[in-house]
């Protein structure tokens, strides 16, 4: 059972209380984890996944910062993100040529102008963080 005030602007204040209802002698779901519990656990049995979390969690999030997440899912995963069917093979060759372009990534690539040659459709920051978001949600499943 829960006691929550809430008070806003002016005069008015309202009280709740909730709680669980019992059905069949048992409490539905108090007992079990929740979901970010569960890919907690799986997470810190693997290093490279805790490190991906751990890097995840940080602001400010880059073309490198956001590769080396992916390496680690790879290395917890002990194949490529495309083989292990998280993602299509075109996809991660879009976001690895992407970020490994100085033409596309600028000063935050991985590696020098003309290095390596861009994708035909370079994916935007936006987009690869998004792309790695999935790539974390689907390891840690």
């Known amino acids: ?7 806003m602007a002016g005069s008015l204040e309202m009280r709740s209380q909730m ?6 002698g048992s ?12 890919m907690l656990a799986r997470a810190t ?4 996944l805790e490190r991906a979390l751990v890097l995840w969690s940080q602001p ?8 080396t997440i992916l390496e680690e ?3 917890h995963l002990g194949t490529t993100a495309n083989s292990a069917r998280l993602c299509l093979a075109k996809e991660r060759d879009r976001f690895r040529r ?3 372009s100085a033409e596309v990534a600028g000063s935050e690539a991985r590696h020098a102008i ?12 936006g987009d690869a963080d998004a792309y790695i978001g999935r790539m974390l949600m689907a390891a840690l499943q």
Do not use: C
């Open 73 to 75: 899912i790879e290395q």
């Open 19 to 24: 709680g669980t209802v019992a059905i069949g």
């Open 1 to 7: 059972i829960r006691d929550i005030f809430v008070q």
């Open 45 to 48: 049995q693997s290093v490279h």
């Open 98 to 100: 992407t970020a490994n």
């Open 60 to 67: 400010n999030r880059s073309w490198p910062r956001l590769y």
């Open 114 to 125: 003309g290095k390596f040659k861009p994708s035909p459709n370079p994916m935007t920051l």
């Open 27 to 38: 409490i539905p779901g108090s007992l079990q984890p929740t979901q970010a519990q569960q």
